[in-house]
């Protein structure tokens, strides 16, 4: 009797960026497939699938800033199912890009009140990761560096004993 392979939970979410970091994540996947389909149970990954279930992860990598209360709530939400969070990026680690617009003086603002913050309901700061939730590693990067991200999905899998 075969038992089945205990695989890493893994969530993919993205918030305010260019997602640059999810199209170096899913080129990564054109070599790494094969291997990490044995591996990793990708649970939530819009870039990936359709049907996604964001329930108990391992660990999420979440790309981008925070820029409205629905991102928070999300953000929240996704601290609550995960063991692990990665911030991917520039913006998830540092705000910037995204976070440009909280350098603006008044006068911008005003500019983009209505036709933006108010339209979009938009937080009137943009908002780094660890602004709001526990932060366990970070892919610093516009994008994220691929082998930094090898490397760090390696000791995840390890930690997780998936691999020894």
Request: aromatic share 8%; hydrophobic share 40%.
């Amino acid at each position: 009797m075969t038992t089945e392979q205990k695989k890493l939970r893994v969530g993919w979410f993205t918030f305010t960026c260019c997602e640059d970091s999810t199209v170096i994540f899913t080129e990564l996947l054109n070599d790494h497939w094969q291997e990490w389909k044995k591996l990793i149970d990708f649970r939530h990954a819009r870039v990936l699938k359709s049907h996604n279930v964001l329930d108990e992860l391992d660990v999420a990598f979440v790309e981008g800033a925070l820029s409205s209360q629905a991102h928070i709530d999300k953000l929240k939400e996704i601290r609550q199912k995960s063991k692990k969070i990665v911030a991917v990026g520039s913006c998830a680690v540092v705000g910037l890009p995204s976070a440009q617009r909280n350098t603006f003086g008044p006068e911008d603002i005003e500019a983009i009140r209505e036709p933006y913050l108010e339209k979009f309901n938009y937080l009137p700061k943009v908002l780094k990761l660890a602004e709001v939730v526990k932060i366990d590693a970070q892919l610093p990067g516009c994008p994220m560096d691929p082998k930094a991200f090898l490397k760090l999905v390696g000791e995840m899998l390890k930690e997780f004993n998936i691999t020894s």
